[in-house]
């Protein structure tokens, strides 16, 4: 008896998106600027992705700003990315099929302190 070879799945599902973005109520379309960490927008397109448009933080400083005009600002407070895990749908150029993927983006920055490493202080 001669066995059967096995075909993957077909890909005939089809997927529906909402281009719907949920608003919050305090929308912050400005967050980026009022934070002590600031950070700028940079966005990267892919035509066979979904979503095609991701956008991700850039911290503008390596430390936190002051919260008062004119004093200096915090060197003692580290500015650090925050991260977001998203679901990323990918196809190859010609084929109907798409693979699911997960990314790691940044979302915004933050202050933190930083990090104490552990090596012994020579005397």
Known sequence: MQEEQTQPPGCDATLMFSSETPVS?????DI???SLSPWSWSS???????PSTLWKAECN????ES?????EDYH??????VYQTILVLN???????YTVSF???PVGCTCVRPKITSEPIQL
Not at 25 to 29: E, I, L, N, Q, Y
């Open 103 to 105: 990314q790691s983006i």
């Open 91 to 97: 196809r190859k150029e010609g084929e109907r099929c």
């Open 61 to 64: 400083s390596n430390y936190c």
């Open 76 to 81: 003692d407070l580290e500015s650090k990315p």
């Open 32 to 34: 980026n600027h009022r």
């Open 25 to 29: 109520s305090d929308s912050g379309s």
């Open 44 to 50: 990267t397109t892919v035509k066979n992705r979904i």
């Open 67 to 71: 919260p008062n005009p004119g004093l």
